[in-house]
Each structure stands twice: as C-alpha cells, then as structure tokens.
C-alpha cells in the first residue's frame, strides 16, 4: 500500500528472470500466474483498490497489520492512496470552497475530485463515494463490493462533497452508519477491511466468513476458546463433548436466539427451517410472557456475574 502505490509490487516477482528461463521451450514454461499462485502469491492483484483523500497520511499505518498486510504482500490486493490535490490547479491546489447560499463550512470542489477520479477509474473502477446520505454499508453490499475487480473510494471531508462530482462520476454512495465523521477517510478503512477479507485467499479458511454475523442474516453464536474456566465462568458443556452434530445443533440455536434477542429485525431476512421457526416462536412467547424479563440469549444470562445487576442485552 502506499500513495501512487509502492506496495503495489510487494510480494510480486520483478520482471526482470534470468536468460536460462526464458530460453526454456515453451512447453516448460509454467505459466507465470501458476508458478505465483503456487507459491501463495497471487500473479495480478484479485482486487485493486485506490482511495481517493485529501489526507494521504491517514492511511499511513492503516493497512500494515494483520490480514491486509499479508494480503498485500501476497498481491491478492493492491491499494493505492491518491491524494485528491494533485489534481488541483493553481500555486495552493485548492480542493474546497464556500457554499452557495451561504452557511458553515466548506464544500469539496467538483473539478479535482472529478478530475482526480477520471484519471484513477480506468475501464473497470467502480467508483464509491462515502457519504452519510448514502445507502447502509451491509454484508450483502460489502460481498457485492468483493467481487469486482477495482474499486475507487472517494472521501469527503469538511461540509460534504459537490452533489454534482455524483452526478458525473460516481457509481454508488455508501453510509457506513448513521452517524457523522470528520471525513470519510476512517470509513474507507472499514469498507477496505470488510470487502478485502472476502477476496479469495485473504483469509485461509473462507468457510469461516461465510459462518460470520449478518452472512444468513443472523448474529454469530458465542465463541469459546482455552481456558475452560475462566473466573469461575465455565464453557457450555456441548463444546467439550466433541460430538460435531450436537456442536452444529447448539450453535445455530445459540445464533437464532441471541439475533432474536439484540436484533430481531434481521430475522425477516433470514432463511429458516421450520425447527428453527419452533424455536424461535417458543422464545417469543416466552419473552411476551415475561415482559421485561430475562433475555432470549442463554449464553448472556449464563455470564451474568452473581450479585450484580441485570442490563439488558439488547441494543
Ligand atoms: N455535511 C455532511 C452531512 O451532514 O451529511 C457531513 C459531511 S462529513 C463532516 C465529511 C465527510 O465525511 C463526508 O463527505 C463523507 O465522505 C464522510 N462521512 C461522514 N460520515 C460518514 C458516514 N456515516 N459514512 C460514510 N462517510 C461518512
């Protein structure tokens, strides 16, 4: 990662190889994409990714950590930073200005933010723009993002961004919440970080993000690990059993009913067997017995601490 790219290569083998190869007959050749993708590096970047900011050094450190550096250094993805001024024009590269009709703050102008896209999009770019007024950022839209092959980010900053650098050079507009940021910069760490570890081959066991939260629409059961006992906290019992079916069986009861409990609104979406809808029916009735009592989620009342008052699990 880096601005115009220096991790762009990262990973990658040199075009430059030795006379000996290329002299080989053809038939020996390896193609260069299987010899790379052999060795765990991907021979061109699954996914590139060019975050258009006027704050460059946001996303100094941002990407260097855990899964996206590997995933960089593999070249399963490339990330550029691309600071918006350099398509600005004049001696102090001026990239906002006043509002029309007045008020607080300043606008990002159109003619270097569209200037700066066009020059970065090439054939294939999807360009988002991040924005409170655009749509929910969700598992759905962030899988839909994961399968294209380049993706431009465009961050505001100030009082928001020119409506008509949409009109002319943006494909979709993305919320990350309902909530206001300085700048869009620290969204397009989230959006970056939730689309890349959907790029095949980010994360070894891809089986693992397709059990995450929101994949079917439901929260992720509890997740456990050593010791067995921890401050007198002890592990459901069916974890240790090693009986994979009951294990299976206990987590999507456990998934059902904490959604149930902090996000019944996701289970309209669901798609649910009609034991799952037994189960769910019996809490719900219970619940609208109990009224204000006990939460649905028998993991959360299990952690209860003795003695302590009850707060409610719900968001
Ligand atoms: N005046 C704007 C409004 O009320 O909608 C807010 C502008 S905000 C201070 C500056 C920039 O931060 C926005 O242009 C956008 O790029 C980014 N931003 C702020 N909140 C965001 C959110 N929830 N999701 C995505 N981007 C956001």
């Not at 430059?16 to 010899?35: I, M, T, Y």
């Not at 974890?239 to 149930?260: I, K, Y």
């Amino acid at each position: 990662m880096g601005k115009r790219g220096p991790a762009a290569g990262r990973g990658r083998k040199g075009p430059e190889r030795s006379a000996a190869k290329k002299n080989r007959p053809a038939s020996q050749r390896v193609p260069r994409s299987d010899r790379a993708e052999s060795k765990g590096f991907a021979a061109a970047p699954r996914l590139r990714i060019d975050i258009l900011t006027l704050f460059p050094g946001i996303f100094d450190s941002a990407f260097s950590h855990s899964l996206l550096a590997k995933a960089l250094a593999k070249g399963l993805i490339d990330i550029r930073v691309i600071d918006i001024r350099e398509a600005a024009e004049g001696r102090h590269r001026v990239a906002d200005d006043a509002p029309y009709g007045g008020g607080d703050g300043m606008v990002m102008k159109p003619e270097p933010l569209v200037r700066s896209i066009e020059r970065t999009r090439g054939d294939d770019g999807h360009v988002v723009l991040l924005s409170p007024a655009g749509r929910l950022l969700t598992q759905a839209r962030v899988r839909r993002l994961a399968g294209r092959r380049h993706l431009v980010i465009v961050c505001g900053r100030y009082g928001g961004v020119d409506e008509r650098v949409s009109a002319l050079a943006v494909d979709e507009e993305i919320s990350i919440g309902d909530y206001v940021l300085g700048g869009g910069e620290p969204a397009a760490i989230v959006l970056v970080d939730a689309v890349a570890r959907l790029v095949p081959g980010v994360v070894g066991n891809e089986a693992s993000t397709i059990a995450d939260s929101f994949e079917d629409a439901l929260l992720e059961h509890p997740q456990y690990t050593r010791p067995a006992v921890f401050r007198g906290l002890g592990v459901p019992e069916v974890l240790l059993g090693g009986n994979h079916a009951e294990v299976a069986r206990w987590r999507r009861r456990q998934s059902l009913l904490r959604t149930l409990s902090r996000r019944p609104d996701l289970l309209a979406k669901a798609k649910l067997s009609a034991e799952d809808r037994v189960l769910l029916d019996e809490k719900a009735r219970e619940e609208a017995a109990a009224r204000d009592g006990d939460p649905a989620d028998e993991t959360i009342t299990a952690k209860r601490r003795p003695g302590r008052p009850r707060t409610s699990a719900r968001r």
